[in-house]
């Protein structure tokens, strides 16, 4: 099928993956900022923040990052070289307000007008990330996250700056990046710290609540602004499937995925869905809502569906089982033996992604948008200097070729975004080494290299591709 000439091919990234400049021009710290490599205790880290908060790891690989803060303008001219007509970042909360709250820090300001300014001179479309898993860590200090309902008129506050000030240069915006992953990874996604002793389910639900609040409340905001803007949701997406046909595999499958669409239930049809209830009662949640809540989801319904779509997932309870599971990014999943792996353990499955769609699509009945797809591998540069990146290749051509599949099947998708068009830092772990971008970035997992910036065999291919509006594969 020929896919419209305004599709939005494009590539992504989020601020705290590539800006570095943690500190630079009265930016407060992130919760990325105290997280080291894995090598030196990441995952510890990202589900006991409280060790990170107090312990020195010596190396933090966000500090510096690539170094995009004082770079952009030079990769935004080699995306423009790539073609791209979108390009999806996030906005450094905690650049805008170092303390999560307050008045806007005027310099953070600037950054982001350079930014997208520079964005539009090269004619791409910029998406914006309010919150791409970087809720300022002086909100996690002083209100211990969002777990607390103070922070939806911080966010809303941080909001109001935003459209204010970028209303005119940015249409495409989504509220929280992956928000089911808040259940998952409460510190990345709601800034929490969460005692052993605590209710974990209470507290990330009432949390997700206060999100998904805020989340329709800064739609209405947006559209108040200027009825032309988009805001979306984001879901870390990625099907379910059963493990077999016993119907206790198929059911298991049923809950997990509905673990993850009840946030975009929400989003997108304005109301909590009925098994919600037996997800609270099962895991002991009473959820506190206020009056007016209800109402304020029902009312303000996102614009589209943005997702991120890296694999399919896996879901059973057979005896034979036997315990094998894969990386689900950060969501639990068995191992598919139908599927290759990742050396990072994260499962290929191009098929999954038109299975996802359709599934998303048949839901929601709102248009998708492919916002993060890609692969992390390791890269070599060879004695002539170039980058040989044919799995990457192969990758995103089947993972297009399934979108245009599901747009043959009738779902209407607006942009497919590659996480990402540049190497920056792993957010699960914290690596430099696992790359995903069309653009080798001279750093290593320790901090060492010059930064240059050289293209891999996939920049040409990518490039080939969106000239020839995904024609030429
Ligand atoms: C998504 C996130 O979950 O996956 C990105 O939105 C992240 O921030 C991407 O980088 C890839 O995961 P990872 O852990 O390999 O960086």
């Known amino acids: 099928m020929k896919l419209n000439k305004d599709f939005l091919w494009g590539g992504a990234v989020a601020a705290n993956q590539c800006e570095g400049a943690y500190l630079e021009d009265?930016?407060?710290?992130?919760?990325?900022?105290?997280?080291?490599?894995?090598?030196?205790?990441?995952?510890?880290?990202?589900?006991?923040?409280?060790?990170?908060?107090?312990?020195?790891?010596?190396?933090y690989p966000s500090h510096g990052a690539i170094d995009f803060y004082h770079r952009y303008k030079e990769d935004l001219e080699l995306m423009e070289e790539l073609g791209i007509k979108a390009f999806r970042t996030s906005i450094s909360w905690a650049r805008i307000f170092p303390d999560g709250e307050g008045e806007p820090n005027e310099a953070g300001l600037q950054f982001y007008d350079s930014l997208f300014d520079e964005c539009k001179k090269r004619h791409m479309e910029p998406v914006v990330t309010i919150c791409h898993f970087d809720t300022p860590l002086a909100l996690t200090k002083k209100y211990g996250g969002w777990g607390n309902r103070a922070l939806i008129d911080r966010y809303l506050n941080y909001c109001r700056v935003l459209f204010k000030r970028y209303g005119k240069k940015v249409k495409y915006w989504i509220t929280f990046n992956e928000i089911n992953m808040i259940t998952h990874i409460p510190f990345f996604g709601g800034g929490m710290v969460i005692?052993?002793?605590?209710?974990?389910?209470?507290?990330?639900?009432?949390?997700?609540?206060?999100?998904?609040?805020?989340?329709?409340?800064?739609?209405?905001?947006?559209?108040?602004?200027d009825e032309g803007l988009m805001v979306g949701c984001m879901l870390a997406a990625g099907s379910f499937y059963p493990y077999s046909c016993n119907p206790e595999d198929v059911w298991e499958a049923v809950e997990k995925n509905q673990d993850s669409y009840l946030f975009i239930d929400v989003q997108a049809r304005g109301k909590y869905p009925s098994y919600a209830q037996r997800i609270w009662k099962e895991k002991n949640v009473t959820l506190n809502m206020k009056d007016g809540d209800e109402e304020i989801l029902r009312c303000n319904p996102v614009d589209y569906i943005a997702f991120s779509y890296y694999s399919s997932r896996l879901a059973g309870v057979s005896p034979d089982i036997n315990g094998k599971v894969a990386d689900g990014n950060a969501i639990y999943t068995l191992r598919n033996p139908h599927l290759d792996i990742t050396p990072w353990g994260r499962q290929i499955d191009p098929m999954g992604l038109r299975i996802t769609m359709n599934d998303l699509y048949d839901r929601y009945q709102k248009p998708l948008f492919i916002v993060e797809n890609g692969l992390g591998a390791t890269d070599k540069i060879e004695a002539d200097g170039s980058i040989n990146d044919d799995y990457r290749i192969e990758y995103t051509r089947n993972h297009i070729k399934a979108m245009k599949a599901a747009m043959e099947d009738g779902v209407i998708c607006l942009g497919y975004l590659a996480w990402s068009c540049i190497d920056l830092v792993s957010a699960g772990t914290g690596e430099m080494d696992k790359r995903y971008g069309f653009i080798y970035v001279d750093r290593d997992n320790d901090g060492n290299g010059t930064l240059e910036r050289m293209k891999k065999k996939s920049f040409y291919w990518y490039q080939r591709v969106i000239e020839s509006n995904g024609e030429k594969m």
């Open 26 to 59: 009265g930016k407060g710290l992130s919760p990325m900022d105290i997280l080291p490599t894995v090598q030196l205790g990441r995952k510890e880290a990202m589900y006991h923040p409280e060790l990170a908060l107090e312990k020195d790891y010596g190396y």
């Open 195 to 225: 005692k052993e002793d605590e209710n974990v389910s209470q507290i990330v639900y009432q949390a997700a609540h206060h999100q998904l609040v805020a989340s329709a409340l800064a739609v209405k905001m947006a559209h108040e602004c």
